[in-house]
């Protein structure tokens, strides 16, 4: 909009998205034509910014606050004869084209028929954890690696067309990637992640509270399990992923983490002696498990936890079978140390586990999966990476940035540097309207920007005024680093958690800063496999008190049924207690959640920050404001002051609630009581 409004004949324009597929361009002016504009906005942006439709009209419809009106714009014509002969969307796909839509549309789950070779894969329902999946397949059908190609260049150019360019370049230059392989070790040092875990746990927290249970709640909805069959398959998948089952112990002569496999698995059982009445009943066991600082035992290998909870309904109903079969309201609680897995690893655990039960697999020893590339495998292939340009790159990151400084948040307590954290939680979740959420992945296509990036925008933007105008902004974001095809399917902790530092500049309009984290987080892509502990050493700090590891931020995107579950025809679904069991590992962690599964509140952020220098009421004021600025930049809700993102300073975006704006104008304007009619007559 932006670049139009720079033509002096433009008055006012909205550009809009169409059919997930077009953007349309309605400008108000009596002195233009569709051709100028086009070959103008041509020189000016990049191709997939580029509107495919211009509407002239003399006067954009308004609404009763005086904002265009945009239920009230005309409909625009797609027939060919509407778009301009410039776009390629036209231009039949040659075969290289025809392979790589077929790709995409493996990736989306979608038919071919409404996408071209210009279209934005962000257009058509692509979000940043699938276009890492697309990345993947392309990695495997070409045979390159990230080193080769890395993930950047396709985010920045997303269409089949240009794709195929950047392809053919692998194809030309026939550079083959290096394939990882098993290695047959039972030992081995343990991985970066592992011993970021395994520190972590050991220096910032109290050894009374554990904080790395990630626990799974299923239970039954219709139909019963075999308790006989469900144990068979979960040594099945203890057998096949050894991770497991793999102990970790640190050893003191030599000062390195260890990692052995162990035999465990033909010993595992399932714990079942606890029921429930109630969902509260389940509530608590649930929170106690989470906090459990006994639940497993890295050091003798069990890092993974099953346990029957039975409802006592279903318990007197069946009480002769009670200890064969899981029946209707019993719950499958299963857990895994973060040590040895991560959220990625849970859909491989349970389409193992799924696997197994339904066709009664036995675990056998010396099977084909003794050639498959294992956790402990990849923990020694990732300590053979050539970390030369990226330990440049991380140190240009942090360069002159004050290590020491904290965010000035506005905490309710502050914390001694040496204490232990208790990992008691304060927490507070927002859901927004299907209305913002879409406007908000609209911004993101339009922008070109993955939901991640926006979210990230959206973050950097709110601390900067809630910090009162600190510009120099550093906060730690997850990443999946699972980089290597090879990767893809294996269990385990690859999770790394990296510095993100921008500056901003307090004269940047929304847009802007949007368009600078964009270039931050393509900058980094090619270098987020490097450990924190380098970045950490390479300063000559530890990781017990580092500033921006306490201010974190990640998004997640839920694209099927993954809460859903079915074993032999009996049907399982997620139980969620998230917020009654939440532990904080970080002081301040903001967590934007995309479920495109739901018909309503699609779009979602949960702010979880640590009890022990936030009360609950804090946390809770904290994101009325951020849902509060959220919706200044995605609502068109009459009641709401939209901002311009193309041209309000973010520096003059507000949080202030508009029931205190209300409270400090009746504060001004009140009249009060005992105020009586006063004033000066004059007659003449």
């Given at each position: 909009?932006?670049?139009?409004?720079?033509?002096?004949?433009?008055?006012?324009?909205?550009?809009?998205?169409?059919?997930?597929?077009?953007?349309?361009?309605?400008?108000?002016?009596?002195?233009?034509?569709?051709?100028?504009?086009?070959?103008?906005?041509?020189?000016?942006?990049?191709?997939?910014?580029?509107?495919?439709?211009?509407?002239?009209?003399?006067?954009?419809?308004?609404?009763?606050?005086?904002?265009?009106?945009?239920?009230?714009?005309?409909?625009?014509?797609?027939?060919?004869?509407?778009?301009?002969?410039?776009?390629?969307?036209?231009?039949?796909?040659?075969?290289?084209?025809?392979?790589?839509?077929?790709?995409?549309?493996?990736?989306?789950?979608?038919?071919?028929?409404?996408?071209?070779?210009?279209?934005?894969?962000?257009?058509?329902?692509?979000?940043?954890?699938?276009?890492?999946?697309?990345?993947?397949?392309?990695?495997?059908?070409?045979?390159?690696?990230?080193?080769?190609?890395?993930?950047?260049?396709?985010?920045?150019?997303?269409?089949?067309?240009?794709?195929?360019?950047?392809?053919?370049?692998?194809?030309?230059?026939?550079?083959?990637?290096?394939?990882?392989?098993?290695?047959?070790?039972?030992?081995?040092?343990?991985?970066?992640?592992?011993?970021?875990?395994?520190?972590?746990?050991?220096?910032?927290?109290?050894?009374?509270?554990?904080?790395?249970?990630?626990?799974?709640?299923?239970?039954?909805?219709?139909?019963?399990?075999?308790?006989?069959?469900?144990?068979?398959?979960?040594?099945?998948?203890?057998?096949?992923?050894?991770?497991?089952?793999?102990?970790?112990?640190?050893?003191?002569?030599?000062?390195?983490?260890?990692?052995?496999?162990?035999?465990?698995?033909?010993?595992?059982?399932?714990?079942?002696?606890?029921?429930?009445?109630?969902?509260?009943?389940?509530?608590?066991?649930?929170?106690?498990?989470?906090?459990?600082?006994?639940?497993?035992?890295?050091?003798?290998?069990?890092?993974?936890?099953?346990?029957?909870?039975?409802?006592?309904?279903?318990?007197?109903?069946?009480?002769?079978?009670?200890?064969?079969?899981?029946?209707?309201?019993?719950?499958?609680?299963?857990?895994?140390?973060?040590?040895?897995?991560?959220?990625?690893?849970?859909?491989?655990?349970?389409?193992?586990?799924?696997?197994?039960?339904?066709?009664?697999?036995?675990?056998?020893?010396?099977?084909?999966?003794?050639?498959?590339?294992?956790?402990?495998?990849?923990?020694?292939?990732?300590?053979?990476?050539?970390?030369?340009?990226?330990?440049?790159?991380?140190?240009?990151?942090?360069?002159?940035?004050?290590?020491?400084?904290?965010?000035?948040?506005p905490v309710d307590r502050h914390r001694v540097s040496n204490d232990h954290r208790s990992g008691?939680?304060?927490?507070?979740?927002?859901?927004?309207?299907?209305?913002?959420?879409?406007?908000?992945?609209?911004?993101?296509?339009?922008?070109?920007?993955?939901?991640?990036?926006?979210?990230?925008?959206?973050?950097?933007?709110?601390?900067?005024?809630?910090?009162?105008?600190?510009?120099?902004?550093?906060?730690?974001?997850?990443?999946?680093?699972?980089?290597?095809?090879?990767?893809?399917?294996?269990?385990?902790?690859?999770?790394?958690?990296?510095?993100?530092?921008?500056?901003?500049?307090?004269?940047?309009?929304?847009?802007?800063?949007?368009?600078?984290?964009?270039?931050?987080?393509?900058?980094?892509?090619?270098?987020?496999?490097?450990?924190?502990?380098?970045?950490?050493?390479?300063?000559?700090?530890?990781?017990?008190?580092?500033?921006?590891?306490?201010?974190?931020?990640?998004?997640?995107?839920?694209?099927?049924?993954?809460?859903?579950?079915?074993?032999?025809?009996?049907?399982?679904?997620?139980?969620?207690?998230?917020?009654?069991?939440?532990?904080?590992?970080?002081?301040?962690?903001?967590?934007?959640?995309?479920?495109?599964?739901?018909?309503?509140?699609?779009?979602?952020?949960?702010?979880?920050?640590?009890?022990?220098?936030?009360?609950?009421?804090?946390?809770?004021?904290?994101?009325?404001?951020?849902?509060?600025?959220?919706?200044?930049?995605?609502?068109?809700?009459?009641?709401?002051?939209?901002?311009?993102?193309?041209?309000?300073?973010?520096s003059k975006i507000d949080l202030i609630l508009r029931e205190e704006t209300q409270e400090m104008?009746?504060?001004?304007?009140?009249?009060?009581?005992?105020?009586?009619?006063?004033?000066?007559?004059?007659?003449?």
């Amino acid at each position: 909009e932006r670049c139009l409004l720079n033509i002096t004949s433009i008055s006012a324009c909205v550009v809009m998205k169409w059919d997930d597929d077009y953007l349309v361009a309605y400008v108000q002016s009596s002195a233009t034509n569709e051709q100028e504009l086009h070959e103008h906005c041509q020189s000016h942006l990049p191709p997939h910014m580029v509107p495919s439709i211009f509407i002239i009209l003399d006067k954009l419809p308004l609404n009763q606050n005086g904002k265009v009106d945009r239920k009230q714009l005309p409909s625009p014509d797609f027939s060919s004869s509407t778009l301009l002969s410039s776009d390629k969307s036209d231009t039949p796909l040659n075969q290289f084209e025809e392979r790589i839509l077929t790709i995409w549309c493996q990736v989306l789950h979608c038919n071919e028929n409404h996408i071209s070779r210009t279209t934005s894969f962000f257009s058509v329902g692509g979000h940043s954890l699938l276009f890492i999946e697309l990345y993947h397949h392309y990695q495997s059908v070409f045979n390159f690696d990230a080193h080769t190609l890395s993930i950047a260049p396709f985010l920045q150019q997303p269409t089949i067309f240009q794709h195929s360019q950047l392809l053919q370049t692998v194809i030309i230059n026939n550079v083959k990637a290096t394939q990882w392989h098993t290695l047959n070790i039972n030992e081995g040092i343990a991985s970066f992640a592992q011993e970021r875990i395994f520190l972590d746990e050991q220096v910032r927290f109290s050894s009374d509270t554990a904080i790395y249970n990630e626990l799974s709640t299923l239970q039954i909805v219709q139909g019963s399990l075999s308790l006989t069959r469900l144990l068979q398959a979960f040594r099945y998948v203890l057998n096949k992923h050894k991770i497991l089952r793999t102990s970790l112990i640190f050893n003191d002569d030599d000062g390195f983490l260890k990692q052995c496999i162990t035999n465990m698995h033909k010993t595992f059982t399932i714990t079942m002696n606890q029921t429930f009445e109630n969902d509260n009943e389940l509530r608590n066991i649930i929170y106690q498990r989470s906090i459990n600082p006994t639940l497993f035992d890295l050091s003798t290998g069990h890092v993974f936890y099953a346990e029957i909870l039975k409802h006592q309904t279903s318990l007197n109903e069946n009480e002769n079978n009670s200890n064969e079969f899981i029946i209707n309201s019993d719950v499958l609680l299963i857990a895994f140390h973060h040590v040895a897995s991560d959220r990625a690893s849970f859909p491989i655990f349970f389409n193992d586990l799924c696997f197994a039960y339904n066709t009664n697999a036995i675990a056998i020893e010396d099977d084909d999966d003794d050639e498959l590339l294992q956790y402990i495998d990849y923990s020694i292939h990732e300590r053979l990476i050539d970390m030369t340009t990226s330990r440049e790159f991380w140190y240009l990151q942090l360069e002159e940035y004050n290590l020491e400084s904290r965010l000035s948040l506005p905490v309710d307590r502050h914390r001694v540097s040496n204490d232990h954290r208790s990992g008691s939680a304060s927490v507070t979740q927002i859901s927004f309207d299907n209305e913002i959420s879409q406007s908000f992945l609209d911004y993101a296509s339009i922008h070109h920007v993955t939901p991640f990036q926006l979210g990230l925008s959206v973050l950097y933007a709110f601390l900067f005024k809630l910090a009162h105008g600190e510009n120099d902004l550093c906060i730690s974001c997850l990443n999946a680093n699972r980089h290597k095809i090879e990767v893809q399917n294996i269990i385990g902790m690859f999770v790394s958690i990296l510095p993100y530092r921008i500056e901003i500049d307090p004269r940047w309009s929304f847009d802007d800063l949007v368009k600078y984290v964009r270039e931050k987080c393509l900058s980094i892509l090619e270098y987020s496999h490097y450990p924190l502990q380098h970045i950490l050493a390479n300063l000559h700090i530890d990781q017990s008190n580092i500033s921006f590891l306490e201010t974190v931020y990640d998004f997640i995107t839920i694209s099927s049924h993954s809460d859903e579950l079915s074993l032999d025809g009996t049907s399982v679904k997620q139980v969620s207690f998230e917020q009654s069991s939440e532990v904080a590992k970080f002081d301040f962690m903001l967590m934007f959640g995309y479920n495109s599964m739901l018909e309503n509140n699609r779009l979602s952020f949960r702010l979880t920050c640590s009890h022990d220098l936030f009360d609950e009421s804090t946390v809770t004021n904290i994101g009325r404001r951020l849902e509060y600025y959220f919706q200044q930049l995605f609502s068109s809700n009459k009641t709401i002051s939209r901002v311009d993102t193309g041209v309000t300073c973010v520096s003059k975006i507000d949080l202030i609630l508009r029931e205190e704006t209300q409270e400090m104008e009746d504060a001004i304007f009140c009249r009060q009581s005992h105020i009586i009619n006063e004033g000066m007559f004059i007659y003449t």
